[in-house]
């Protein structure tokens, strides 16, 4: 079983040799540039270049889901932001790609910020770790199909309560991949057009994401997250990654959540056809059982040069269910816990 281990200051070491491992909390100086990529020197453009990294949040009320990225490929750069209406069963959705200067992604998320502007659609994610949280700025206009988006969200990640997932596992020996998530209470107001959403806390989860990793040119994963209340308001979440890296018994970013407490598991198997289907989602350890029904998708395709970039993208919606085994072999049921599956599969 994966332990926690005291995060160093740095991701990679002096030397260049990659920190591969579980961590109790987000590099200060994640220096990914630093680790060697190859088994050979190359150039630090090109190593930036074979660089992906985004910041993702996922932020659920008892009424809406609110899905955000700010993604910088460096080829390009994408931000989708989404809205799921969960009592009425509609979704609406703002995107953009950009080239430039105009997105950038935090490099630590102590004290920096997420950016990206296009025509008519402003995203920000101010990380601000040392004081307890991040904070989502939008302001995105509205357009023949969608209804203007603009507030501001609080998301309450308190490192003395909340003990998240920072791992990173070995694609190759060389080539790292490194991921920060947690799932955490969240607060704030969204305008949705003329309708006022307002957040609180007690009853408003957000799940975050952030990815830095040197990606291989054909790659893919299969994920699932979710999260919920206990009848005495404490949050559950959990976290599934099946994807590229082959020894993913014990390095994968698989784990759940109770009450801020983080418990790490082996690794994950899905089943799942047509993706608007039923999914299974298991661990191989037995101590996760669960089952997805989507309710709605969030799906995109890039296809430049003939296929030689390309993206295959859904992110299924929907609702959980299931069981969870803690550390003690007491279960917690699943039920109807909202969360997402993602099927990716990229050349770039």
């Known amino acids: 079983m ?17 920190r591969f491992g579980t961590y109790r909390t987000p590099f200060r100086n994640a220096n990914i540039l630093d680790a060697p990529l190859y088994s050979f020197p190359v150039p630090r453009f090109w190593k930036n270049f074979r660089l992906k990294e985004w ?40 995107q953009r790609q950009v080239r430039g200067k105009s997105v950038h992604v935090a490099g630590q998320l102590y004290d920096d910020a997420c950016r990206f502007d296009a025509e008519g659609y402003r995203l920000r994610f101010e990380n601000k770790l040392d004081h307890g949280y991040h904070r989502i700025l939008v302001d995105i206009k509205s357009d023949s199909e969608c209804p203007a988006v603009k507030g501001e969200i609080i998301i309450h990640e308190d490192l003395d309560a909340t003990e998240p997932l920072v791992q990173i596992s070995p694609i190759t020996s060389t080539r790292p991949f490194y991921t920060h998530k947690t799932a955490v209470p969240a607060s704030g107001s969204m305008m949705l057009g003329s309708q006022e959403i307002v957040l609180d806390r007690r009853s408003a989860i957000a799940l975050i994401d952030e990815q830095k990793t040197y990606y291989p040119y054909f790659s893919f994963w299969k994920w699932s997250t979710a999260a919920g209340h206990r009848e005495d308001g404490k949050i559950i979440a959990f976290n599934l990654c099946q994807n590229m890296i082959a020894d993913d018994e014990d390095y994968n970013e698989n784990c759940y959540w109770i009450d801020g407490k983080i418990s790490c598991l082996k690794a994950a198997r899905f089943e799942f056809g047509d993706v608007m289907k039923p999914w299974s989602v298991k661990t191989l350890d037995g101590r996760m059982d669960l089952s997805f029904l989507a309710l709605g998708e969030r799906t995109d395709e890039i296809n430049i040069g003939g296929g030689i970039i390309r993206s295959d993208f859904h992110q299924p919606f929907g609702l959980y269910n299931g069981s969870l085994k803690d550390d003690h072999g007491l279960i917690y049921t699943i039920k109807d816990f909202f969360g997402l599956v993602e099927h990716h599969v990229t050349r770039y």
């Not at 994966?2 to 990659?18: C, F, H, N, W, Y």
């Not at 609110?66 to 490929?73: L, P, Q, S």
């Open 55 to 94: 910041q993702h949040f996922g932020i659920m009320t008892p009424t809406h889901y609110f899905g955000m990225v700010i993604f910088d490929a460096k080829f390009s750069g994408a931000s989708f932001f989404y809205v799921y209406d969960r009592l009425k069963n509609i979704c609406f959705e703002h």
């Open 2 to 18: 994966r332990t926690l281990q005291i995060t160093p200051e740095s991701m990679v070491d002096p030397k260049g040799a990659v």
